[in-house]
T-cell receptor
Framework: AQKVTQAQTEISVVEKEDVTLDCVYE???????LFWYKQPPSGELVFLIR??????QNEISGRYSWNFQKSTSSFNFTITASQVVDSAVYFC????????????FGTGTRLQVFP | DAGVTQSPTHLIKTRGQQVTLRCSPK?????VSWYQQALGQGPQFIFQ???????QRGNFPDRFSGHQFPNYSSELNVNALLLGDSALYLC?????????????FGAGSRLTVL
């Protein structure tokens, strides 16, 4: 069965601190895709990154970086030098290669960045 | 370039009533999916429409039904509303159907059932 677990319900940091959001997934497929989405108070889910199961190369994009490890089924997301505008709920999601683009979401991590 | 638009943004219904939510996909997209997001939870997949047919369905009762029109827009209907149907309903669009697709989400319709 497919499952995404985000064990951190809420994280609070002070501006300029680094913060890592954890994501653990379960799937029996060998081909799958992992995503991170951000949900600000407006409600709209904003796409951040996609990784496929064959690409374990970690990525840095500005203040964002991602650590994908198949051996531990983890896909963690780090924000460096956090800012107040980073405050939002962050969702990790899984999609399998089954001919649809159905997403299985975790329960989300609420990040609060205080000035 | 307009993204995904949903209407209405907020609505209040009472138990037993019926509701229709509407979604216009992003320009160029032909696939529409609906998700239900209860307070404090992640979105849950309801169903997906492609070529005007329901292609896949999540674990939701038949009270939840939908439709896709020739212009790719979509409606979500919920009959016999229950208190537990109170949630944010998100519409997402994409082109084709592939696990690699990046979905574009709308801002949602917040339904409150009293």
């Amino acid at each position: 069965a497919q499952k995404v677990t985000q064990a951190q319900t809420e994280i609070s940091v002070v501006e300029k601190e680094d913060v890592t959001l954890d994501c653990v997934y379960e799937t029996r497929d060998t081909t799958y895709y992992l995503f991170w989405y951000k949900q600000p108070p407006s409600g709209e889910l904003v796409f951040l990154i996609r990784r496929n199961s064959f690409d374990e190369q970690n990525e840095i994009s500005g203040r964002y970086s991602w650590n994908f490890q198949k051996s531990t089924s983890s896909f963690n997301f780090t924000i460096t030098a956090s800012q107040v505008v980073d405050s939002a709920v962050y969702f990790c999601a899984l999609s399998e290669d089954d001919g649809t683009d159905k997403l299985i979401f975790g329960t989300g991590t609420r990040l609060q960045v205080f000035p | 370039d307009a993204g995904v638009t949903q209407s209405p943004t907020h609505l209040i219904k009472t138990r037993g009533q019926q509701v229709t939510l509407r979604c216009s996909p992003k320009s160029g997209h032909d696939t529409v999916s609906w998700y239900q997001q209860a307070l404090g939870q992640g979105p849950q997949f309801i169903f997906q429409y492609y070529e005007e047919e329901e292609r896949q369905r999540g674990n939701f009762p038949d009270r939840f039904s939908g439709h896709q029109f020739p212009n790719y827009s979509s409606e979500l209907n919920v009959n016999a509303l229950l208190l537990g149907d109170s949630a944010l309903y998100l519409c997402a669009s994409s082109f084709g159907r592939s696990g690699a697709n990046v979905l574009t989400f709308g801002a949602g319709s917040r339904l409150t059932v009293l």
